[in-house]
């Protein structure tokens, strides 16, 4: 409860005869109430984080305790419920894309009593008459009365929900924290349906937890202060009408109110600077295509980077329990588009639609010679090449048609779903006037069959498509080689907490990358023969041997650099227990290349050769 508004004493009777005031707690009920234990009251404050998309909490309506703690400061229990609360509401399909925003929580005891005593005089003057009790409940009804106020004890918070996706709160039907309309009451019936609605979700979501609420306000919800004992009290004696309740049975508040000297140390300890440098809820949001070609090697990277996604894929956005990584599920089309936008921090998406989005918005972009080169600055950025999803944009003809060269398509209509590629792939070779873009989303390769069109610019893996629908690739040109590429937002890039949590990511889906080009290899060799064979073996290291993969020169360098006997290409050598005459020795290699030397080993009577995946590749520089 707060708020320092009042009405006139007529308003105020008038609003007591309603039927809605009739649930509410008078402060008398509330006296009634048994205090908490020291013990129960020894339990800790948390400072609520102000960012993520978990609950947070930031200062709305009151902003009375700012200057002392920029941190709304809840007790530890309280701060766990809500985080519970906040994990189930999001798995009801409505509020996906939502959390919990706690307006207000602790408020100092100095802060609550002053409050009090100003409305208190106000109130004495205006009906000297009223009896001591009677003044302190209308006093009670715009501000609590300190002993049994929730806020003080770090046990009340006031909650919204906000869309993180629409960047909006829910509707209410008041906003949070206003006192001036009766509308604030919870079962108020000026609201909206919708307005109902969320009053009565947001209540269902907090009562799970173990939270009370409270019928005056509909943002306003405690745990442990006497509000919520009397409560969950008054829910028993519901429960068994005809039982007596013994003292002992009776619920007892958990939390006392607290003066600010009191838990200023929590809020300007160690632990709670830690909490807001740290910003233990930051998380980063990743796009991925919701049901395609790269959606299970997207999945199964994030799996094997040791990525436990919470929901399946079919919903809308999955959060990672274990690390601070939400998964967005969208078409691929749009993948680009919310990064750039910085809806989603990172994306996985193929090169061909990562260019074609880019190329749109680039003005005075062009292809220059065969690469590609676009002048407009983006606000992405590719990360890493994940080497699957491999295809290329190539330019194909009817078998049939006789075209052997560029120019004979002069005069001549290309079909194809990459306009944008394709104007820029034609005005580098002078021909962008001369030939038709013709457009369509799908099919393309029909085109020629029904007379739409007289070439296709399309995606191309296999080939099989092709050759079924008699086309031929012009010249073997590829206009776009692609694979899948994870992108940033640049400026997601540069937030220092969200580049802390990129780089972690990276870093294991690295040690994946890596380790899935290499295997873990085992042989038995005659010890005579031992050194010729680590030579062999070990030559094989030479990382000028291995540039078949430019990508990840740079990383094999560092490993072999790093004198690790675990390292790629170094071969360990184990004794073979009972036999003193043969070695095993162990090697990390790609398989190619074992390939490539089995004649040799088998001239050094190398034998029981058995290789096996890795599962990942951690290396520390
Ligand atoms: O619904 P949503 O918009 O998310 O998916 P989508 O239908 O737009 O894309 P999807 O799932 O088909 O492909 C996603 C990505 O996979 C593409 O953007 C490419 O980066 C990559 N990729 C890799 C391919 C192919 N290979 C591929 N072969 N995408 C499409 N094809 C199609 C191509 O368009 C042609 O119709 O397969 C046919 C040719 O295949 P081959 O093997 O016969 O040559
Ligand atoms: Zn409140």
Redesign the pocket.
């Known amino acids: 409860m707060a708020g320092t508004s009042y009405n006139s004493k007529d308003q105020y009777i008038h609003e007591k005869d309603m039927k809605l005031r009739q649930s509410f707690v008078l402060c008398s009920h509330l006296m009634s109430v048994e205090d908490a234990d020291i013990e129960t009251d020894r339990e800790g404050f948390h400072a609520l984080p102000d960012m993520g998309i978990g609950v947070i909490g930031k200062y709305r309506a009151l902003r009375d305790m700012e200057s002392a703690t920029p941190n709304i400061i809840v007790r530890e229990s309280v701060y766990k419920k809500l985080c519970a609360a906040d994990r189930a509401m999001k798995k009801r399909p409505e509020y996906q894309t939502c959390q919990l925003v706690v307006t207000y929580g602790y408020r100092s005891l100095e802060i609550q009593t002053a409050l009090w005593n100003q409305i208190y005089e106000q109130i004495k003057m205006e009906y000297p008459e009223e009896s001591e009790n009677e003044i302190r409940e209308i006093v009670h009804t715009k501000i609590a009365y300190p002993e049994v106020a929730g806020h003080p004890t770090g046990g009340a918070v006031d909650v919204v929900i906000y869309d993180f996706e629409k960047e909006a709160f829910l509707d209410f039907g008041t906003e949070v924290g206003d006192l001036t309309t009766t509308d604030a009451y919870y079962q108020s019936d000026a609201v909206s349906e919708t307005a109902k609605k969320h009053r009565a979700d947001l209540r269902e979501f907090m009562c799970k937890q173990g939270f009370a609420p409270y019928d005056g306000e509909w943002w306003h919800f405690s745990y442990g202060d006497r509000e919520w004992a009397y409560y969950y009290q008054r829910r028993a004696e519901r429960q068994r009408p005809n039982e007596e309740i013994l003292p002992e049975e009776r619920v007892k508040a958990l939390y006392r109110q607290k003066k600010f000297s009191q838990i200023s140390e929590i809020a300007h300890s160690e632990k709670y600077r830690l909490s807001k440098e740290i910003k233990e809820e930051t998380r980063i949001r990743l796009a991925v295509?919701?049901?395609?070609?790269?959606t299970e090697e997207t999945l199964s990277i994030l799996e094997r980077s040791g990525i436990e996604l919470t929901r399946g894929k079919r919903g809308f956005l999955s959060q990672a329990g274990n690390f601070p990584l939400d998964v967005l599920f969208v078409?691929?089309?749009d993948i680009p588009n919310l990064v750039e936008a910085g809806v989603a921090d990172l994306g996985i998406?193929?090169?061909?639609?990562y260019w074609e989005n880019r190329s749109a918005g680039a003005p005075g972009s062009g292809i220059v010679g065969e690469n590609f080169s676009w002048a407009g600055k983006s606000k992405s950025v590719i990360e890493r090449e994940l080497g699957f999803?491999?295809?290329f944009l190539g330019l194909a003809v009817p078998k049939s048609s006789g075209m052997k060269a560029l120019k004979d398509l002069v005069g001549k209509r290309i079909a194809t779903s990459y306009h944008n590629l394709t104007e820029q792939f034609l005005e580098v070779h002078g021909l962008k006037d001369q030939v038709e873009i013709i457009d369509i989303a799908g099919s393309?390769?029909v085109a020629p069959l029904i007379n739409y069109a007289d070439a296709i610019i399309?995606?191309?893996?296999?080939?099989?498509?092709?050759k079924q629908n008699n086309l031929i690739l012009l010249n073997n040109i590829h206009i776009l080689d692609?694979q899948?590429i994870l992108i940033s937002n640049r400026v997601s890039g540069n937030d220092r907490e969200k580049r802390k949590i990129i780089d972690r990511l990276l870093e294991r889906i690295d040690s994946y990358l890596l380790a899935k080009k290499y295997k873990r290899v085992v042989m038995n060799a005659p010890a005579v023969n031992r050194a010729e064979i680590c030579d062999i073996l070990a030559g094989l290291a030479d990382v000028k041997d291995l540039s078949d993969d430019d990508s990840c020169n740079e990383e094999l360098r560092a490993m072999r650099d790093c004198q690790n006997p675990l390292a790629i290409g170094i071969p360990v050598v184990l004794p073979s227990y009972g036999f003193e005459n043969w070695d095993t020795i162990q090697v990390i290699m790609k398989l190619s290349d074992l390939w490539r030397i089995t004649p040799e080993l088998k001239k050094l009577r190398v034998c029981n050769i058995l290789f096996y995946d890795i599962e990942g590749l951690i290396n520390f520089e």
Do not use: F, Y
């Open positions: 295509q919701k049901d395609g070609r790269l078409r691929d089309d998406v193929g090169q061909n639609v999803g491999k295809c393309v390769e399309d995606l191309v893996s296999t080939g099989s498509s092709l692609s899948s």
